[in-house]
């Protein structure tokens, strides 16, 4: 059964700081990887969708890569801002039901100004 | 072209009342998914429709609930007796087709609380 972790829970950084924000899954067996961002009381926006052939995608200050045979990917975010400032939830989409997307618990994220 | 609409956005009810959630997909979508997060929990997956049929529900509960997908009009989940561990955020999503190369758009969400 796959499980999709993300580490940390929570994270307060200064704003200007560089971050990585952590997602790991047990099964290899994905078509694909994306991340999204949660404001409070809000829907969900995809930021980035990477291809299981693929090792990272780039979106202005994102970058997240993937490194499939040990179940990991990770969220970079550049010169934070306090609008930066949501939870950001990572989804894997597997092999075998490719339109369902297993969700990690997400990293609640807080920019300080 | 408007993206995934839900309706109502919030909605409160008493146990043991019916709850319906509505779920209109993007311009074109045929492919719409229902997802549930309980707080401080990630969305976890719960029925999959295309226009007039179940496609996959293995993540619907047994009992209480039940998703449609009409010919015309939303998608509705419909949640009978409600009762407090219901209470969750239950988002949907649309998409054109489906497979490892399609996104799928995610609307509001409708936070639903049961007192």
């Known amino acids: 059964k796959q499980e999709v972790t993300q580490i940390p829970a929570a994270l307060s950084v200064p704003e200007g700081e560089n971050l990585v924000l952590n997602c790991s899954f047990t099964?290899?067996?994905?078509?694909?990887l994306q991340w999204f961002r949660q404001d409070p009381g809000k829907g969900l926006t995809s930021l980035l969708l990477?291809?299981?052939?693929?090792r990272e995608q780039t979106s202005g200050r994102l970058n997240a890569s993937l490194d499939k045979s040990s179940g990991r990917s990770t969220l970079y975010i550049a010169a934070s801002q306090p609008g930066d400032s949501a939870t950001y939830l990572c989804?894997?989409?597997?092999?075998?039901?490719?339109?369902?997307?297993?969700f990690g618990s997400g990293t609640r994220l807080l920019v300080r100004p | 072209n408007a993206g995934v609409m839900q309706n109502p956005r919030h909605l409160v009810r008493r146990r043991g009342q019916e709850a319906r959630l509505r779920c209109s997909p993007m311009k074109g979508h045929s492919h719409v998914y229902w997802y549930r997060q309980l707080p401080e929990e990630g969305l976890k997956f719960m029925v999959y429709?295309?226009?007039?049929?179940?496609?996959?529900e293995s993540g619907m509960p047994k009992e209480r609930f039940s998703a449609e997908f009409p010919k015309e009009g939303p998608s509705i989940l419909r949640i009978q007796q409600v009762v407090r561990g219901d209470s969750a955020a239950y988002f949907c999503?649309?998409?054109?087709?489906?497979?490892?190369?399609?996104?799928?758009?995610f609307g509001q969400g409708t936070r639903l609380t049961v007192v």
């Open positions: 429709l295309q226009k007039e049929n179940i496609i996959d």
């Open positions: 999503a649309s998409s054109p087709l489906t497979g490892r190369d399609t996104e799928a758009f």
């Open positions: 989804a894997v989409n597997l092999m075998d039901s490719s339109y369902k997307l297993i």
């Open positions: 099964d290899s067996a994905i078509y694909n």
């Open positions: 990477i291809q299981s052939s693929q």
